[in-house]
């Protein structure tokens, strides 16, 4: 009778997919809480790369029941073309392994026309949302006016609201933003089409939920996105629309905090950020760029590349703060190695004043004043990728986990030392 719950801790992009993936061996369902295809993460099966936005990556796992929860927004033809690629390769992606929840809302081509002019309206202030429709869709949730999965039980019915919206939409489109309608009867048939396809998949999600956990059986709460994106708790307006905390997986999933048994946070072992909006140990200079070359650090949904910088333990502290962690897992420690020397924020400092607390409630001028205090590190040389456990990492790689444990006060339990399922240390 658990639940795990595994969130990122910085934004976004820390590699939770592969944390998730390892854990999965212990679960029975993975559900995943927040968000949409704005997410990505690339999956490697029967020797193919796959990019998963929506469908989670326990569906590899035989046996595994995967849950699209409450708390996610979905795009239907996003999540047919998953299907269809994962089912190609042998994938069993039947009703009885993929459940949609009901109450999942429903992402229109409408709503991705709106995201990309509003943010275009924007101008300078622009967040760089990955134009899937995110924010509009959520909105139209919290106004009561959007349409839930569920609704594609009864296809005729659910393409006639279709209709609606996007007139609704259009409305908006052309008079506020002088954008291009988009046919009503068009999508009204193209969705009529998912709703038949996807309607044997929906299901009572938090009763789903309920049932494993009252069972004994170990749900896995698979959450998107990191806490400095949440609308919340992140760096508002610089956020994505849903809640990528612990607590998200609750609201998004439906059941209680009485059956957590371990909340893991995922952090990369430097920081990355796309989009825009604040970074305090931002690197704009070589060592930014080589972290970018060699870490691969380009999006997984918009091929944007991403903002590099130091590993910065303010945050990590909040993250512990925010969603209670039990611990770390750190990602991509290997892209560190053959960097002379490390640094690390430890605190921030503003007009000689220090703080240890990351200043998210204050707004983004706020958190623009304060400079990051670091601690300096030696780098290591040695290829890592070898290493399966502490033992075999070099001094200089043990004293900089060893230095996380310290600031942020929870153990590191996985170490990421290279891009295969084996090259960690657990
Ligand atoms: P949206 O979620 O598309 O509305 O985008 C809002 C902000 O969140 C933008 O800065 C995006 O770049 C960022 N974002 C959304 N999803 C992800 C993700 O999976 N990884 C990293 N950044 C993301």
Known sequence: ??????????????????????????????????????????????????????????????????????????????????????????????????????????????HRALD????????????????????????????????????????EQFAERVAENVQAHNHSLQERYGAEPLSPEQVAAEYCAYARRLAPHLADGSALVGEALISGETVLCEGAQGLLLDLDHGTYPYVTSSSTVAGGALTGLGFGPRHVSRVVGVAKAYTTRVGAGPFPTELLDEVGDRIREVGDEYGTTTGRPRRCGWLDLVILR????????DELALTKLDVLSGLERLKVAVAYERDGERTGAFPAEFGVESLAQWKPVYEELPGWEEDISEARSRRDLPPAARAYVALIEEWVGVPVTF????????????
Not at 11 to 28: F, I
Not at 69 to 86: F, I, K, S, Y
Not at 416 to 424: D, F, M, S
């Open 415 to 426: 170490i990421g030392v290279g891009p295969e399922r084996e090259q960690a240390i657990v």
């Open 318 to 325: 909040y993250a512990v703060q925010v969603n209670g962690l």
């Open 1 to 110: 009778m658990s639940a795990i719950i595994v969130v990122g801790t910085q934004w976004g992009d820390e590699g939770k997919g592969r944390v998730v993936d390892g854990l999965a061996r212990q679960a029975h369902l993975v559900a995943r809480f927040n968000g949409g295809d704005n997410a990505g993460h690339t999956v490697v099966a029967e020797g193919r790369t796959l990019k998963l936005h929506l469908v989670p990556s326990g569906i590899l796992h035989p046996g595994l029941v995967c849950l699209i929860g409450a708390g996610v927004v979905v795009n239907p033809q996003r999540l047919v073309t998953e299907m269809d690629e994962l089912a190609a390769l042998g994938v069993d992606v039947g009703p009885s392994r993929l459940k949609l929840s009901a109450a999942a809302h429903v992402i229109l081509p409408t």
């Open 116 to 155: 990309g002019a509003r943010d275009v309206a924007r101008g300078e202030a622009f967040i760089g949302t990955t134009r899937r429709g995110i924010g509009p869709v959520y909105a139209d949730k919290a106004a009561r006016v959007s349409l839930r999965a569920g609704d594609m039980a009864r296809p």
